[in-house]
């Protein structure tokens, strides 16, 4: 399998207190299957949909808190050089890059407008081995209130070129070269303030609905939706430990694809 561009998004995992919970609770949800816990990695373990890595969820360090959170890796062909553009511009690394056995090596790193986000140069694992289906990730939004410091950084580091999205929604595409892999979404006053900027994940459904109930059910928060739209029937849910993500109906579409603009 080849590796993805540079700037792809390529992996998500996130860190839960209460690992059995949120096995259980994405378990129900999105019909997740878990590999073996590896204690040799922290407790790191894989969730499967029909059979093929999707994501992955891993207690906290000792002595490591903080709210639980999806975090989006983005490919890079070399982490190292990546690190010090994140640097160059503007961006915080809060892990340097770090080898995981033969896995690959990764960064933890906050944008200049304070969404967090991973790096990920692949080893023996490449990432996603399935995308766009039931189980898997679909797409992620940087959700940030200071979109024009998000907007220099993210194309100056992964070359993406930027599209704005016509509308009353301040909202923006990064493509790399035909493929829009990234979104934007300035945070308006709708937000709570004591919401950080974070990058949603969305991942897919065959029933939009139907998964907003298992979520509920489960003691998931609906945050938004569920609301028809030209890319699918999306819902935005926040889980049991406070992870927020979205999911997807991909085949339920409703209205035309909005007009976009090339911003220089």
């Known amino acids: 399998m080849a590796a993805p561009p ?26 997740w299957t878990f590999g073996e816990t590896s204690s040799e990695q922290g407790g790191y373990t894989q969730a499967y949909a029909d059979g093929k890595a999707v994501a992955a969820v891993v207690p906290p360090m000792p002595g490591q808190k903080g709210a639980s959170q999806w975090c989006l890796y983005l490919a890079a062909r070399d982490a190292s050089a990546t ?5 160059e511009h503007g961006g915080e690394l809060l892990m340097e890059p770090v ?17 967090v986000f991973g790096v990920w140069q692949a080893g023996t694992h490449e990432g996603f081995r399935t995308t766009g289906t039931p189980g898997a ?33 301040d909202f923006r595409l990064y493509d790399l070269g035909e493929r829009s892999v990234l979104g934007r979404m300035r945070m308006t006053d709708d937000f709570p303030p004591e919401v950080p900027p974070y990058i949603n994940v969305y991942f897919g459904v065959d029933d939009c609905d139907a998964a907003v109930a298992r979520a509920t059910d489960r003691g ?4 938004f939706g569920p609301m028809d739209s030209p890319f699918g029937r999306f819902a935005a849910i926040s889980d049991p430990q406070g992870a927020h993500f979205s999911v997807i ?3 339920r579409t409703t209205g035309e694809m909005p007009g976009t603009s090339t911003v220089d």
């Open 6 to 31: 540079e700037g792809t998004p390529c992996w998500a995992d996130a860190m839960f207190d209460d690992l059995d919970a949120a096995k259980d609770f994405y378990g129900h949800v999105l019909g």
């Open 83 to 87: 690190a010090a553009r994140i640097r």
């Open 99 to 115: 080898q995981v056995a033969d896995y690959g090596t990764m960064c933890l790193a906050r944008d200049p407008g304070g969404a």
């Open 137 to 169: 990730y679909c797409w992620a939004e940087v959700f940030t209130r200071e979109a024009e410091k998000s907007d220099a950084f993210f194309p100056a580091v992964f070359s993406y070129r930027s599209k704005q999205l016509e509308g009353e929604t």
């Open 220 to 223: 998931g928060v609906l945050r």
């Open 249 to 251: 109906d991909l085949t």
